[in-house]
Nanobody, 123 residues
Framework: QVQLVESGGGLVQAGGSLRLSCAAS????????MGWFRQAPGKEREFLAA????????????HYADSVKGRFTIFRDNAKNRLYLQMNRLEPEDTAVYSC????????????WGQGTQVTVSS
């Protein structure tokens, strides 16, 4: 059974940083696309970042939404079967539930989703 479990969320002041982690189990996603999304109360789910396999060992492309480009960094550790999202210069508008996804891409969608972790940024 495939599971994605996010961690690393919490309360942080504006301007601070957090690193989210997504632990995958049940299979590996070495050559699969993975991504991060968020959903704030009353808003639709928003794409943040994705990583797609570039066709060779440990080589990936990264894609970002304009809203987080330059502040957020997506990366993975295949040895640990984990996906990460480093978030810097956080703003109150970044407050949301953050979820990871695997097996797919932003166009076709993803097959697997985590439950999410809450990030709250205070002003």
């Amino acid at each position: 059974q495939v599971q994605l479990v996010e961690s690393g969320g919490g309360l942080v002041q504006a301007g601070g940083s957090l690193r989210l982690s997504c632990a995958a189990s049940g299979r590996t996603f070495t050559s699969s696309g993975m991504g991060w999304f968020r959903q704030a109360p009353g808003k639709e789910r928003e794409f943040l970042a994705a990583t797609t396999w570039a066709g060779s060992s440990n080589s990936y492309y990264a894609h970002y939404a304009d809203s987080v480009k330059g502040r957020f960094t997506i990366f993975r550790d295949n040895a640990k079967n984990r996906l990460y999202l480093q978030m810097n210069r956080l703003e109150p508008e970044d407050t949301a539930v953050y979820s990871c996804a695997a097996e797919g891409d932003v166009v076709r969608g993803y097959a697997y989703w985590g439950q999410g972790t809450q990030v709250t940024v205070s002003s």
